[in-house]
T-cell receptor
Framework: QQQVKQSPQSLIVQKGGIPIINCAYE??????FPWYQQFPGKGPALLIA?????SEKKEGRFTISFNKSAKQFSLHIMDSQPGDSATYFC????????????FGTGTQLKVEL | DTGVSQDPRHKITKRGQNVTFRCDPI?????LYWYRQTLGQGPEFLTY????????KSRLLSDRFSAERPKGSFSTLEIQRTEQGDSAMYLC?????????????FGSGTRLTVV
């Protein structure tokens, strides 16, 4: 059972563009929503995270938008650069779940010059 | 280096053989997690430890899989009688467990190929 649905599967944007990656969830017990960035041959690295009592969080060029009523959240990358080309995963954590994360299936982003 | 270390980085084994992977977490982190990632998928939870206690195991972790964390430091994941379906990246992560620090730090993983 896939508890976190992520789209699109892949995305190509031009340098300077704003790629948007979307995730949706069903489980209302999720209380923490991180995004991870993964380069080939490396483990995922925490990028930015949000709690459901906040509608938006910005860190540098990365912004999470959160819609609690729709049970959706998205990652926006401002002024995207070729170095942002990677696979991005959304994830969610259940309250009292020992900090166990459920991941989406990933979005492969390519930023072209 | 103060990150999460995993060894080996790559392992090729014949079907039916046993393999063991090691993870050294960030020293001050008391929580340690194992995940499995197959090509084109997100990491899937396998098990986690708080100090030396194994607190949860996924049903993905069949009887052929066992994990230990003696003395609450490094951890090992053993797969017995490997099958081709075990081929995946095995990721280890650690966290402090503090409510203000939910983020994991992942290692670079051990890529297992069963031939």
């Amino acid at each position: 059972q896939q508890q976190v649905k992520q789209s699109p599967q892949s995305l190509i944007v031009q340098k300077g563009g704003i790629p948007i990656i979307n995730c949706a969830y069903e489980n209302t017990a999720f209380d923490y929503f991180p995004w991870y960035q993964q380069f080939p041959g490396k483990g995922p690295a925490l990028l930015i995270a949000i709690r459901p009592d906040v509608s938006e969080k910005k860190e540098g060029r990365f912004t999470i938008s959160f819609n609690k009523s729709a049970k959706q959240f998205s990652l926006h990358i401002m002024d995207s650069q070729p170095g942002d080309s990677a696979t991005y995963f959304c994830a969610a954590r259940v309250t009292g779940g020992g900090n166990k994360l459920t991941f989406g299936t990933g979005t492969q982003l390519k930023v072209e010059l | 280096d103060t990150g999460v270390s995993q060894d080996p980085r790559h392992k090729i084994t014949k079907r039916g053989q046993n393999v063991t992977f090691r993870c050294d977490p960030i020293s001050e982190h008391n929580r340690l997690y194992w995940y499995r990632q197959t090509l084109g998928q997100g990491p899937e939870f396998l098990t986690y430890f708080q100090n030396e206690a194994q607190l949860e195991k996924s049903r993905l972790l069949s009887d052929r899989f066992s994990a230990e964390r003696p003395k609450g430091s490094f951890s090992t994941l053993e797969i017995q009688r490997t099958e081709q379906g075990d081929s995946a990246m095995y990721l280890c992560a650690s966290s402090s467990g503090a409510p203000s620090s939910y983020g994991y730090t992942f290692g670079s993983g051990t890529r297992l190929t069963v031939v």
